[in-house]
């Protein structure tokens, strides 16, 4: 790292972390004492969501007395001490507030306890800057990525005299907020744009439940179930003949990420090679968070094995249903609200084979089929283009920010 250095201002510093403040972490709470009410008890995943929004709906607690004895023998975070993610999304750090009470999880998050000479809010930036990510992943380790207390000890900063630090604070206050105000719009527009397609498909499902006759899906087509790689054998990440999609692979807008496939021996297709999918059927998610989510898979992947946490439809008489018809038809609010009361709510959200066939839609003749689907590809592309240079703006903006952060620790700003 130290061959990394790069030249400072005069009066700026390298630092060790270790220099600067006193590292530590909790004390152990057993999770026999987590309660449903009391002090707020977080782990790295409130921390990130504090850090992202100020706030967060808290899960766990602890009670006061033992809160009270944390205070009394180890204490506990104060006002402008640095939280600190250790495990799932490293380095995300959260600035405790003057009437924050709370503790949190041993080894899922570092404290920095704050001495002079540093700015919280600066060293709050540091960790959104690169040169502090580049040694955050470096030190992370290969098989559970972690950020440990002897990491963050060796993590250096380029330090500026404190009232340097107050300056940039100050300055990158001001740019970021216009920044992030922005990225706001253009979430917004996004938002707006995904809107603009829910309404238009609720209004063409809806005029077409007024013209033509309805029928329940398991008129249309015959809805079978993926399979589960049989125990004691597991998925390949080297590429075989035989990709396994699952849930994670399909995309929100119906298609799939090749990114993370993962494959089956030839061994294991042989178990289950009857729960294949072709680019003719529909599937659609039926277990968990994603019920509902519907696709349709690339030529490519004809033949792919099909999760057990999703089904297909295959259409009885394919000449006359048209398969992209019926993928609008599962965006729509008419397949959605059926999908919600055909649910069964239980630990695992669990949508039962008979009860998707059961969900009932429109079903003209294939040419008017088709013309509709052509009519909501036009404003589903144009929808697309939409939103596809708001995100073009928004990476940009982020890219600015990153250059900016860039700039302020390399004392250039």
């Known amino acids: 790292m130290m061959s990394e250095l790069y030249e400072l201002p005069d009066g700026w510093e390298w630092k060790k972390f270790e220099n600067l403040f006193t590292i530590t972490s909790s004390k152990r709470v057993h999770k026999k004492d987590w309660l449903s009410n009391g002090v707020p008890f977080y782990r790295a995943r409130e921390i990130v969501k504090l850090s992202q929004n100020g706030f967060v709906d808290n899960e766990l607690f602890i009670s006061s007395e033992m809160y009270n004895s944390f205070v009394a023998k180890y204490g506990v975070p104060k006002k402008d001490d640095i939280l600190v993610t250790g495990v799932g999304t490293l380095g995300i750090p959260y600035v405790v507030k003057e009437n924050d009470k709370f503790y949190f999880k041993d080894g899922n998050i570092i404290w920095l306890k704050n001495v002079n000479n540093t700015n919280s809010k600066f060293i709050e930036y540091s960790f959104q800057s690169e040169f502090i990510k580049n040694q955050i992943n470096s030190n992370s380790g290969s098989t559970v990525a972690t950020y440990t207390i002897t990491n963050a000890n060796n993590t250096i900063i380029p330090l500026p005299p404190l009232a340097e630090q107050q300056r940039i604070v100050s300055k990158l206050d001001l740019l970021f907020s216009k920044i992030d105000r922005a990225i706001a719009l253009h ?30 899906i398991n008129t249309i087509a015959t809805i079978k179930g993926g399979k589960r790689v049989p125990k004691g054998h597991k998925l390949s990440e080297e590429p075989t003949p035989y990709p396994y999609l699952r849930v994670t692979d399909f995309k929100d807008y119906g298609t799939i990420c090749t990114d993370k496939m993962l494959y089956l021996t030839k061994e294991v297709y042989e178990i289950i090679k009857r729960y294949t999918i072709t680019d003719e059927d529909l599937y659609i998610t039926n277990v968990g ?15 792919a094995n099909l999760t057990e946490n999703a089904v297909k439809l295959v259409y009885k008489d394919k000449n006359n249903t048209s398969n992209k018809y019926m993928y609008y038809f599962t965006k729509s609010s008419t397949f959605l609200t059926q999908l919600e009361s055909a649910t069964m709510q239980m630990a695992v959200p669990k949508l039962a084979i008979m009860r998707l ?40 903006l982020k890219a600015l920010k990153a250059s900016i952060l860039d700039s302020a620790f390399r004392g250039e700003l």
Do not use: C, H, R
């Open 357 to 396: 066939g059961e969900i009932i839609l429109p079903f003209p003749n294939i040419t008017i089929q088709q013309k509709t689907v052509k009519y909501l590809d036009e404003i589903s592309q144009k929808i697309e283009k939409v939103k596809q240079v708001q995100k073009e703006k928004m990476d940009s």
């Open 187 to 216: 979430v917004s527009n996004m938002e707006e744009a995904d809107a603009f397609m829910a309404s238009v498909l609720n209004d063409v499902f809806g005029e077409l439940e007024e013209k033509y006759e309805k029928f329940s």
């Open 289 to 303: 968070n994603t019920i509902g989510k519907s696709g349709i898979i690339p030529p490519e992947l004809n033949g």
